[in-house]
């Protein structure tokens, strides 16, 4: 802008060029390009049984906990809610241990299941920085 001109409101303009096209993103996909862009760690965890023998074999991911409920997927009474996206999943080492990337400081979903071996289970995770 020259001397004595106000400079031109450009939030405003990127409002009114939004509602022009009436093309706003579900919160969803905007979530997701935020989960895409946080800084990643690694989540390492161990599936042991009861007794504390490892569990081979077991299938555990991390998700993005859905936008539902307590924020971590969970509704208000415990039960868990709609199934976020997944974020990375792998299988347990004979061991009993994986290691999964996912981004830090954000809530997340942590599940694991087996076929023949356990129910699927799950519960919040935030993974620290």
Partial sequence: PRAGEDAPAFAALCVASKLRTRAWPSPEVVLARLYAGMPVGTVRLTVTTELGAPVPGVRVAVLRAPLEGDGF???????????GDVIAEADTDPVGGAELLAPV????????HHAMLMRPQAQPYVLAG
């Fill in 73 to 83: 997927g969970f509704g208000d009474d415990g039960r868990d809610g709609t199934r």
């Fill in 105 to 112: 400081g954000v809530p997340l979903r942590l599940e694991a």
